[in-house]
């Protein structure tokens, strides 16, 4: 049993018949699912995670006190709290009397400013550059059972549409690091005889892969230990370039695995640079992923996002 199985059929036994019967008047303004923090609502939640913050429950999603008032989303927060503390073996937490901040009711403006900084979803290119890919993530991750009111669903698909500017200053960036990373600095630290450094070189370039690799998807890369789990794995390119990224980080541990690690990152730097022109976003021949960066930095339309230091975005 998952998180979202257990929260989506504890909302439909529940929470919608509880809507529908207590507060009629209100449900056209209320969205409901389970979005934002935790395993379970990017589906990467297992037996282990049980043992925090697993619970059958779910968010009830409010616009502001202009629309739904202060008193109304009180009476609904109670109604909340007094739903059947156990749904298929599973015991629900206890929360506060205003229903918690990762689940419960929430107002829409609230959650959305958490995790991006805006209210509204309305980003000026500084802040979509600024954002941290797992906050975009926790944004936009879990699913939305209902949506009455349509305000929450709008906001979440205006996070979900990177523009395109935006989405190629982050990948020029990451491309850069790891041309610098992987394919420059980790070989030569090898030769200096700083197996340290070269283990720090390997850790950023694996980052930036997944992050590129997420990019090029139309995906955005959430908290570092689920990175590996929500790569992209479709299409021959996809499967292949998880497997050498898993081979990658894990010779860290191996005897000789430095030598090892800079071969594959040669081999992961090339079937991105294959993706990137199979995707038409560079023509650049060969991997050498620092050329490959300047050329879709190269394609970004507007001249200011163009002209900031390609870095800007990572």
Known sequence: MRGLELSRGYFLEYGLPMLERDFPELKKYIAAGLVGSGSERFGFDDTVSRDHDFEPGFCIFLPGEETVSRRDAFLLERAYASLPSEFMGFRRQKISPV?????????????????????????????????????????????????????????????????????????????????????????????????????????????????????????????????????????????????????????GGNAGGGEERARLAEEISSVISGMLREKGLTDVPGSELELHAYSVNSMIADGNIRNMNILAGT
């Open 99 to 251: 229903g918690g901040n990762r689940s419960g009711v929430l107002r829409t403006a609230e959650f959305y400013r958490r995790e991006t900084g805006s209210p509204d979803g309305l980003l000026s290119a500084a802040e979509w550059l600024s954002i941290p890919d797992s906050a975009l993530a926790e944004a936009t991750n879990g699913e939305v059972f209902a949506d009455y009111y349509g305000e929450f669903t709008r906001i979440r698909e205006r996070l979900l549409s990177m523009p395109r500017d935006i989405m190629l200053k982050r990948l020029a960036g990451n491309l850069l690091i790891m041309g610098q990373a992987g394919q420059y600095n980790l070989p030569r630290c090898l030769r200096h005889g700083e197996p340290e450094a070269a283990a720090l070189a390997a850790g950023e370039f694996a980052r930036a892969a997944m992050k590129s690799v997420c990019l090029l998807a139309g995906r955005y890369l959430p908290y570092y230990k689920w990175s590996f789990r929500a790569l992209p794995e479709e299409g021959a390119a996809g499967a292949e370039l998880k497997r050498k990224l898993s081979s990658f980080i894990l010779h």
